[in-house]
T-cell receptor, first 111, second 114 residues
Framework: GQNIDQPTEMTATEGAIVQINCTYQ??????LFWYQQHAGEAPTFLSY????GLEEKGRFSSFLSRSKGYSYLLLKELQMKDSASYLC????????????FGAGTQVVVTP | EAQVTQNPRYLITVTGKKLTVTCSQN?????MSWYRQDPGLGLRQIYY???????DKGDVPEGYKVSRKEKRNFPLILESPSPNQTSLYFC?????????????FGPGTRLLVL
């Protein structure tokens, strides 16, 4: 598989903004996904990007640059409940159904 | 309630004893998939199915089998489990439509192979 890289852990204060980066190899790219996973729970879908640009959904936004092989998830107005692992996943063109996930970024929100 | 269910939720077994983890969804989804999650490695795809009777390998299919005889069920079979298959397993489903990219995950099955 191809590498998908994201930071292991990030810490931020309640009310602040945090940006989680995800980089991947550009060859064969066919869509990028972000999921949130609270400890002991299943992942839940946050966003999907296949074209360049910013997708905004409330406090969460996701950005994609296909030429750079780069995405970020922006979390604004952080709340304690945003403490979770954030997973970046890529779908490759060789199969619509095949997904590869990064190792996840643990976000810790402090009071 | 729309959901993906997995059974059992927790399982302790011994090396070589065949086991099946069931996965069922009530959303009439075409697509289903199995993942395992290990510390530091993230989610890794084992097998997926685009539709009934259509299954394909993910990144880590060795030691696993699947079948998709009906749309709602996608069981994961470990014919001869080994300790390196100790992991947290998630089943997921989605519509498979281009306009809906959401994958819905089951609650997970924690497996320990002794």
């Amino acid at each position: 598989g191809q590498n998908i890289d994201q930071p292991t852990e990030m810490t931020a204060t309640e009310g602040a903004i945090v940006q989680i980066n995800c980089t991947y190899q550009t060859s064969g790219f066919n869509g990028l996904f972000w999921y949130q996973q609270h400890a002991g729970e299943a992942p839940t879908f946050l966003s999907y990007n296949v074209l360049d640009g910013l997708e905004e959904k409330g406090r969460f936004s996701s950005f994609l640059s296909r030429s750079k092989g780069y995405s970020y998830l922006l979390l604004k107005e952080l709340q304690m409940k945003d403490s979770a692992s954030y997973l970046c996943a890529v779908r490759w063109t060789d199969s619509w159904g095949k997904f590869q996930f990064g190792a996840g970024t643990q976000v810790v929100v402090t009071p | 309630e729309a959901q993906v269910t997995q059974n059992p939720r927790y399982l302790i077994t011994v090396t070589g004893k065949k086991l099946t983890v069931t996965c069922s969804q009530n959303m009439n989804h075409e697509y289903m998939s199995w993942y395992r999650q290990d510390p530091g490695l993230g989610l890794r795809q084992i097998y997926y199915s685009m539709n009934v009777e259509v299954t394909d390998k993910g990144d880590v299919p060795e030691g696993y089998k699947v079948s998709r005889k009906e749309k709602r069920n996608f069981p994961l079979i470990l014919e001869s489990p080994s300790p390196n298959q100790t992991s947290l397993y998630f089943c997921a489903s989605s519509t498979g439509l281009a306009g809906d990219q959401t994958q819905y995950f089951g609650p997970g099955t924690r497996l320990l192979v002794l």
